[in-house]
């Protein structure tokens, strides 16, 4: 059961400036980019002025990199052995695609965010077919052939939250591995990556962090089911001792998939991952829930289990309404598209009441 506004309102501090967020009042949008926490920008600074200063430290960079690793892992309910760190989800998506065996089917979400499904497009030559059904009928469209069954958890058009287990459970009886994208749920819904043989997430929505990082789990023995395509000097334990070729092992887990981190934003991503990780999963989730389902009330539409709240809109006439009440918000295959997060309070509820008249 939600929580009511008022109450949801009250489960964190009431006003952006106490949880380490400059602003926030009018940004529903964190579906599209989240808001840096002061300690963010301030770790984003730090780079720049040691960068400029010549004080830049490769190795501690490095460090910084594990505890992002570390800080993700703990997120997303896993060990942190069981991620590799990237910079894109396309790249990371990649890595399983090219492991797809010749012929093989594999069953995606109709409607998914394009960086998830298009690189098993990519495999049309190899004989690889991909198939589409709305993410609500993904668990009754698996049959023998399917291979791999990928989905995000959340969809980016319209917030619809995919009902997982049963999905899970399915592509088991049939042998059928399955890949996740977290990217819009990994921060406000509490369902990490331990169910999923394979999960991405990019940090830089529900997490916060700089656009710049983003993140692959594998499941423990999967490792040699995936081919590490773009393995490099980082893709090692030990990372200095295999910079050049001669001496390029694989690290024993997951980071044999990582690819060099973008120095400038570790810092960032740090600072925001450990203030993600800090709070209570569960409340986060209560709080933004409710705060989206008293929007959902002000629209004239019924609850839902979604932080993010889409509704048809496909002239754009009711965006352009929210931008000029001073409303962030965003348009996406024909709806609008609002998402409520750490920042926002009832305050922002009115605030879309007033733009929208209602």
């Known amino acids: 059961m939600s929580l009511d506004p008022a109450t949801a309102a009250a489960a964190l501090p009431q006003h952006p400036a106490q949880l380490g967020f400059a602003t926030g009042t009018g940004y529903l949008s964190a579906c599209t980019a989240g808001l840096p926490t002061a300690a963010t920008t301030t770790a984003m600074r730090a780079f720049i002025d040691d960068w400029a200063a010549g004080r830049a430290d490769a190795r501690a960079l ?35 695609a090219s492991s ?21 497009e990519q495999l049309a030559h190899r004989g690889v077919r991909v198939r589409y059904a709305p993410v609500s009928q993904l668990a009754h469209e698996i049959s023998a052939d399917t291979a791999l069954v990928v989905f995000s958890l959340v969809q980016s058009a319209t917030g619809e939250v995919a009902d ?15 890949l996740v994208d977290l990217t819009q749920s990994l921060g406000w819904l509490p369902t990490g990556a331990s ?9 830089y929505k529900w997490l916060c962090a700089p656009r710049g990082t983003a993140f692959l789990t594998v499941r423990a023995g999967l490792e ?12 090692a334990d030990d990372v200095w001792g295999s910079c050049y070729a001669g001496h390029t092992p694989l690290a024993a887990g997951a980071g044999r998939f990582d690819v060099s981190p973008a120095w400038p934003v570790l810092g960032g991503t740090e600072a925001a991952l450990a203030g993600i990780a800090s ?7 209560a ?28 002239q754009g006439n009711d965006l352009a309404a929210l931008t000029a009440g001073g409303i962030t918000a965003s348009g996406r295959a024909g709806n609008a598209r609002i998402a409520f997060h750490l920042w926002n309070t009832a305050a922002d509820v009115e605030l879309l009441a007033r733009a929208l008249r209602r």
């Open 62 to 96: 490095g460090e910084q990199a594990e505890r992002c690793r570390a800080l993700f892992a703990t997120i997303a309910g896993v060990t942190a052995d069981r991620v590799a760190i990237g910079s894109q989800v396309s790249q990371l998506v990649s890595v399983v």
């Open 100 to 120: 797809v065996p010749d012929g093989a089917e594999v069953l995606c979400a109709a409607g998914d965010f394009s960086s998830l499904t298009h690189p098993f």
């Open 164 to 178: 997982a287990e049963p999905i899970r459970l399915a592509a088991a009886r049939t042998g059928a591995r399955t």
């Open 195 to 203: 169910a999923f043989d394979f999960t991405v997430c990019h940090a």
């Open 224 to 235: 040699d089911e995936l081919v590490p395509v773009a393995a490099g000097w980082y893709s």
């Open 279 to 285: 709070l209570e999963p569960g409340t986060v989730h």
């Open 287 to 314: 709080r933004n829930l409710a705060l989206a389902n008293a929007a959902r009330n002000t629209l004239g539409l019924p609850p839902g289990n979604s932080a993010i709240v889409a509704w048809a809109d496909p």
